[in-house]
T-cell receptor, first 113, second 116 residues
Framework: AQSVTQPDIHITVSEGASLELRCNYS??????LFWYVQSPGQGLQLLLK??????LVQGIKGFEAEFKRSQSSFNLRKPSVHWSDAAEYFC???????????FGTGTKLQVIP | GAGVSQSPSNKVTEKGKDVELRCDPI?????LYWYRQSLGQGLEFLIY????????KSGLPSDRFSAERTGGSVSTLTIQRTQQEDSAVYLC??????????????FGSGTQLSVL
């Protein structure tokens, strides 16, 4: 069964600083990988997804993520954080040939001026 | 509808009572998921439907929890004899998926369940 770990529960960054949120997955083959964001008072929204091909994927709001098979990781990055990026971020994994999507425990991002 | 609709948005109940949570997915979405979100627990998978069938019920915490989907559309999550530990936000999501976990999930706003 697939699983995903987000080791950081809470991260604080200054506005304008770079950001990297960590995600590690457990799955025997190449999984489907996703990052979702949950802003205060809003529903979960897809930021980006990886299925195959280019290991660096671009998403909305200036986010990108890189799939590294050797490290079983799919870290989310942004070069310059804006105050509006304060939210909770969830990494998710899906197995091929199977419909279940498993989410991590989330990382809460705080942005300070 | 335009998005995934969940009702009620808030439900306060007494311990031991039964509750029903409803989810109206986006029209045409064949896949429907239920998740539970508790503080510090992330999104806990409960069950998913493909059409009216539930191939994976492995996430249901106990036999007090059940779910059904009718007409390939509306789904109801029922919790019998509620306990305080059932207090959480219950999220529903739907997608165009037809057997693969490769489609974007569209989430509803959730039902905040409080068991007193």
């Amino acid at each position: 069964a697939q699983s995903v770990t987000q080791p950081d529960i809470h991260i604080t960054v200054s506005e304008g600083a770079s950001l990297e949120l960590r995600c590690n997955y457990s799955y025997g083959a190449t999984p489907y990988l996703f990052w979702y964001v949950q802003s205060p008072g809003q529903g979960l929204q897809l930021l980006l997804k990886y299925f195959s091909g280019d290991t660096l994927v671009q998403g909305i709001k200036g986010f990108e993520a890189e799939f590294k098979r050797s490290q079983s990781s799919f870290n989310l990055r942004k070069p310059s954080v804006h105050w509006s990026d304060a939210a909770e971020y969830f990494c998710a994994v899906g197995a091929r040939g199977y419909q279940k999507v498993t989410f991590g425990t989330g990382t809460k991002l705080q942005v300070i001026p | 509808g335009a998005g995934v609709s969940q009702s009620p948005s808030n439900k306060v109940t007494e311990k031991g009572k039964d509750v029903e949570l409803r989810c109206d997915p986006i029209s045409g979405h064949t896949a429907l998921y239920w998740y539970r979100q508790s503080l510090g627990q992330g999104l806990e998978f409960l069950i998913y439907f493909q059409g009216n069938s539930a191939p994976d019920k492995s996430g249901l915490p106990s036999d007090r929890f059940s779910a059904e989907r009718t007409g390939g559309s509306v789904s109801t999550l029922t919790i019998q004899r509620t306990q305080q530990e059932d207090s959480a936000v219950y999220l529903c999501a739907s997608s165009l998926s037809s057997g693969e976990a490769n489609e974007k999930l569209f989430f509803g706003s959730g039902t905040q369940l409080s068991v007193l």
